[in-house]
């Protein structure tokens, strides 16, 4: 029989007591994979997710299908992310962009989609991990051909600024897969897509996984696990109202088989930490992030930045190393880029005016985690028991943020840009005559209030075979427990070097065939027909 989603907001204030199989604690990428195949292997599954549902309208197939996604920024930051959009790093220096909604970061990313560098894999090895190229590449083609994933050629305004500046210096760049079907260009992936064209977990994952039986609570926080012995045995939550408000009513898990952790990269350490459970001070430890430095070109004429892909061209050329970065291209969404500019009253008019409807954004993810002395990002509790994440931008990787912001106002400036703006605090205005020294000024290590921003965060769970690491085994258990399994980004050792969605679907479907077999159950990948994957000498 069919599951269903039951929405916290909506009950009627009332203690509930469930004995599901199993538990899956989010509905993120992890957890929409997870719940899927333990329920496509016959297992009783309920999903718990604190954020909200995305329902379906329920017109004659209207082309909108998901009328709360009403696309404007100013409503969906505080509807479906973390922290209503504001979530920071405990000094202020980094913003946090992850989502909280039914299918967590998967309903508001920008839809890109790339395997694991092989050199982040090479590095993974040392550190004890199972996984190559080789032995993913079955998880890998399932993702690509599940979502699926493909070479979507429609090219919004920054990247149509980004190919012409990358071939006037001649500077490689290329096509960066993504999981959008006949996008309609409204350019509102990272307020979720209303028209159900993005693939993502509420689309096909979740929604697959309620046909095979799964039932997803939303507005469900879970508080904490309760253990007894090598097992947990509880799993304590509370429902949330329309307005983030705790209501009267709470839910008691008793799974019979065990509980599957897919809060993403703060929230599982978070709820490990609130469940006393932190192998000795190892859990939150590592947590990494993709640091974002940011350019916005201004050109002649009228781009209408804000509609398109937002993310589907990309050049590989300074991706390299344990520090490298990839630069791709965006969407300029007007609120989110106006917030990062920090500025305010006239300032900020003046900029929005000059660089917004005649802009071209590019953004650089760059690469950490490598190095084994530096403490990168702790996830710790604040004194409302919320997780918060400490985090300082890694020496080694100041120089690289320079140069990619240097890099990338040369390819504005090759695209005929007449100035760019560098997202610093105070902002920066680079002409085609000033030079870069003010860029190779900036101390990226000195807080700036949230300049730099991330949407990957990955890490705080790793595996690893060093004992004073490990806190994820690699058949997915938790320390000594043997019925608790995480499976989403916060297993990863290090940074990815790459856009994190393909790698954590296909590390959470090796995930689940591993709980699958340590259950006696059947796992089955079913996707598996032939052609190349869509990533040429990647
Ligand atoms: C704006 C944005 C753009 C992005 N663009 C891309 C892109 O183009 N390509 C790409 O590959 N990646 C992208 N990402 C990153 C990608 O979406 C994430 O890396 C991925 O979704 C993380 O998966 P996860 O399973 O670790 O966690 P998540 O997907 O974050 O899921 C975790 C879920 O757990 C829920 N949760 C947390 N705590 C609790 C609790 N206590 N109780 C119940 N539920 C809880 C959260 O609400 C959330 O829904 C983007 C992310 C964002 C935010």
């Keep these: 029989m069919p599951g269903k989603i039951i929405e916290g907001r909506n009950l009627k204030p009332q203690d509930w007591t469930l004995m599901p199989d199993f538990c899956v604690v989010g509905s993120g990428a992890g957890g929409g994979v997870c719940a899927l195949k333990l329920a496509e292997a016959g297992f009783d599954v309920i999903v718990l997710e604190e954020g909200p549902n995305i329902a379906q309208g329920d017109g004659p197939a209207p082309a909108q299908k998901r009328p709360v996604l009403n696309e404007r920024e100013s409503q969906m930051y505080k509807l479906l992310y973390q922290e209503g959009g504001t979530r920071l790093t405990a000094n202020g220096g980094v913003k946090v962009m992850q989502g909280r909604c039914l299918g967590g970061g998967t309903a508001v990313n920008w839809s890109a989609c790339l395997p694991p560098r092989l050199e982040t894999l090479d590095e993974w090895q040392k550190r004890g991990l199972p996984f190559t190229r080789q032995n993913l590449e079955p998880f890998l083609r399932e993702v690509v051909n599940y979502l699926p994933v493909v070479r979507n050629d429609k090219y919004n305004s920054s ?292 300049t730099i921003f991330t949407v990957h965060v990955m890490g705080g769970c790793q595996m690893n075979k060093d004992e004073r690491r490990r806190v994820v085994n690699n058949d997915f258990t938790f320390g000594q427990m043997k019925n608790l399994w995480v499976v989403d980004g916060s297993l990863f050792p290090t940074a990815l070097g790459a856009n994190p969605q393909v790698t954590i679907y296909s590390l959470a479907l090796w995930g689940a065939q591993e709980i699958c077999r340590q259950n006696n159950a059947t796992f089955q990948l079913n996707h598996q027909q032939g052609g190349a994957l869509p990533w040429p000498g990647y």
Excluded at 173 to 195: A, I, K, M, Q, W
Excluded at 213 to 232: E, H, I, N, P, Q
């Design 159 to 450: 990247a149509r600024k980004f190919i012409e500046g990358c071939a006037a210096l001649g500077v490689p760049h290329d096509n960066l897969p993504n999981n959008t079907h006949d996008c309609r260009e409204c350019g509102s992936c990272g307020v979720g897509c209303p028209y159900d064209r993005k693939m993502s977990g509420f689309v096909k994952w979740l929604p697959d996984a309620i046909a095979k039986g799964a039932t997803v609570w939303t507005d469900t926080k879970v508080d904490k696990l309760v253990a007894g012995g090598d097992r947990v045995t509880e799993v304590h939550a509370h429902f949330i109202d329309g307005k983030n408000r705790p209501t009267k009513g709470t839910l008691v898990v008793k799974p019979k088989k065990g509980v599957v952790l897919a809060a993403g990269s703060i929230g599982t350490p978070g709820v490990l930490l609130r469940s006393k459970m932190d192998l000795g001070k190892r859990v939150g430890k590592f947590t990494h992030i993709h640091p974002v430095t940011i350019t916005i070109g201004k050109y002649p004429e009228k781009t209408s930045p804000a509609y398109g892909v937002p993310d589907n061209m990309f050049t590989p050329k300074f991706s390299a190393g344990p520090t490298g970065y990839l630069i791709e291209t965006g969407s300029f969404f007007p609120v989110l880029s106006a917030s990062a500019t920090l500025q305010h009253g006239e300032e900020l008019h003046r900029i929005m005016r000059d660089y917004y409807p005649s802009g071209a954004i590019s953004y650089a993810h760059h690469t950490t985690g490598f190095d084994e002395q530096e403490p990168y990002g702790t996830v710790r509790l604040d004194d409302d028991g919320e997780p918060e994440l400490d985090y300082r931008i890694p020496k080694a990787n100041v120089k690289p943020m320079q140069e990619s912001l240097v890099e990338m106002c040369r390819i504005h400036l090759a695209a005929g840009a007449t100035s760019v703006y560098v997202m610093r605090n105070p902002p920066l205005e680079v002409k085609p005559t000033s030079g870069f020294e003010e860029i190779r000024k900036i101390d990226f290590t000195e807080p700036q209030r949230a």
